[in-house]
């Protein structure tokens, strides 16, 4: 008599599905990080639009093929996407860049699709059917997602398509990116220019003076941001350098580059956290990914994203005893920002000497490295010149114009320029903002030192770093609302611990307050908006680190 098998695990609807929301997400990122590259080498071809929808029909027929007809091997998937690939190429005449980035875009999503469904956790199968109005909600809050993450892609392959942005209408987003402010400092740096960091180089940036009359802005239609970085972060501008004078290529290779770090990075943390519940950090990974706040950090291209990307992965190293990769991914996060060697200072409070010697040697390889490659220039000018001036606060001048930037930063210095703006008497805010930034840092490194005595769970101890990350990052006299990624991050691995209805509603609530722009155009209500903002972005972070000490060890 025979008796139908079920189906393995990997055919289960829930694995499926959650493997097309990925593809989904990932298919316009790869096309753009390499569609723009490849015009250059190529020539124009083609348009970022027609390239995100080819992108996306590849893989949803790659996500259809395989849950029909599963293939026994990725080269049968890709097959089947370079098929479509080759159509969608010759029938929208996408030219050889279209081409080619297709077929990359079809072999990585083949690997993909893949590998991913055996290593999904076994809590997902049957998902849909227990929770029915949870799986609504999930999908639609997955649409969105997608659609916003195609629509930027779109902007990232071509600048000018400032409707397809994050947030349409908000004009220092179309304009804005800190990636023209990495380019230039490299630039600058290879072609040996005294001082870099020295504001005759950067007339245009907020803050200082205009472009000279005749003097054209290379990352048109951006505007020039200004460096305030170590030397050593232009170390990461390697892979763009082969696209120099290209703005646009560099662009879309860099937000190609950093989304899918991310993408990799919350793979590998959320499998690595495992306990009960933890397949929902996995689940809201690519919400996570998909959201609001990290797609506009990716469309202006600032590193922050990567920076806390790299510290969690460094410390996930070095909890899997893997310290030569831990050190190497902690001392590039730290020359890089500065802001996380807040993790070096828990290593030491840990005393985990090893991974501190793994870290402190590639530092040191990292400086040679830069010294070899960039000069010793660059060096002097930052220690003597541009951190002197960052720390007062003197980098950041256009605080105190009275006007809506203020209210972006986030960072205790901050505090004075606001209450200034209210009307408020606070003497000389600078001076009161410096007090400020120094009392908050050494209470930062007595917390750190105390919170880590007790080491929790992986959940815990990485909600703990998360945390330091984002209070090490308020150190800055200006910090905008980027700085909160980490603690976007941490809210995903608290959906762990959501056991009742008004616990999730708590935990969306707090998402919500700490995204959400601000109602309105009033003065006093972006001021109002701007401090509950900063104020619910320290205290959130304050208490993950805080109820670490009451955590079993």
Request: proline share 7%.
């Amino acid at each position: 008599m025979n008796h139908a098998q079920p189906d393995p695990p990997t055919r289960s609807l829930e694995r499926h599905a959650f493997v097309a929301l990925v593809a989904c997400l990932l298919a316009p990122v790869l096309a753009h990080g390499l569609w723009r590259p490849l015009v250059h080498i190529f020539g124009p071809s083609g348009d970022a639009a027609t390239i995100t929808v080819a992108a996306l029909a590849i893989s949803g027929v790659l996500v259809v093929a395989n849950y029909f007809a599963p293939a026994r091997s990725p080269l049968l998937s890709f097959a089947v996407g370079a098929l479509a690939a080759l159509a969608a190429s010759l029938g929208l005449s996408l030219g050889a860049p279209g081409l080619l980035t297709l077929l990359l875009v079809a072999a990585s999503l083949a690997l993909v699709i893949q590998r991913i469904p055996a290593r999904l956790p076994s809590a997902l199968d049957g998902l849909a059917k227990r929770h029915k109005l949870l799986t609504a909600l999930y999908v639609l809050l997955a649409l969105p997602a997608v659609a916003s993450t195609a629509r930027l892609s779109i902007f990232m392959g071509d600048g000018t398509q400032v409707h397809h942005q994050v947030i349409p209408g908000i004009d220092f987003l179309e304009t804005h990116s800190c990636l023209t402010a990495y380019v230039r400092a490299d630039t600058l740096s290879r072609a040996g220019a005294p001082n870099l960091y020295d504001t005759q180089w950067w007339h245009g940036s907020e803050g200082l003076p205009p472009l000279a009359a005749g003097v054209v802005n290379p990352y048109h239609p951006f505007a020039l941001d200004y460096y305030a970085y170590p030397p050593p972060f232009l170390l990461g501008m390697l892979p763009l350098a082969a696209f120099e004078g290209d703005f646009a290529a560099q662009r879309a290779l860099w937000f190609g580059l950093n989304a899918l770090f991310l993408a990799a990075a919350l793979w590998i943390v959320a499998r690595w956290i495992g306990g009960p519940n933890a397949h929902r950090v996995l689940l809201l990974a690519p919400l996570f990914l998909g959201s609001m706040p990290v797609l506009v950090t990716l469309q202006v291209g600032n590193f922050q994203i990567a920076v806390v990307m790299l510290a969690v992965l460094a410390m996930v190293a070095f909890d899997r005893d893997r310290p030569a990769l831990g050190g190497a991914l902690l001392a590039f996060a730290i020359l890089a920002k500065i802001s996380p060697g807040i993790l070096g200072i828990v290593l030491l409070a840990q005393r985990r000497w090893r991974a501190a010697a793994w870290t402190a040697g590639f530092g040191l390889l990292y400086f040679a490295l830069s010294l070899l490659l960039i000069g010793t220039d660059p060096t002097i000018s930052f220690l003597t010149y541009a951190l002197p001036r960052i720390s007062s606060g003197e980098t950041f001048a256009f605080m105190d114009d009275r006007d809506f930037s203020i209210l972006t930063n986030m960072a205790p210095f901050g505090l004075p320029f606001k209450l200034q703006l209210m009307g408020l008497d606070v003497g000389d805010p600078w001076v009161v903002g410096r007090r400020l930034g120094h009392v908050y840092s050494a209470v930062l490194v007595i917390l750190a030192v105390i919170a880590v005595r007790r080491q929790g769970d992986r959940r815990s101890q990485a909600l703990t770093w998360m945390a330091l990350l984002v209070l090490a990052s308020l150190q800055s006299p200006f910090a905008p609302g980027y700085t909160a990624i980490g603690l976007l991050w941490a809210i995903n691995l608290l959906s762990v611990e959501v056991q009742r209805f008004r616990g999730g509603v708590g935990l969306v609530l707090l998402w919500l307050a700490l995204t959400l722009p601000t109602p309105g155009t009033s003065i006093s209500v972006y001021l109002a908006h701007s401090l509950m903002q900063a104020s619910l972005t320290m205290g959130a972070a304050i208490w993950l680190v805080v109820r670490a000490t009451r955590s079993p060890a």
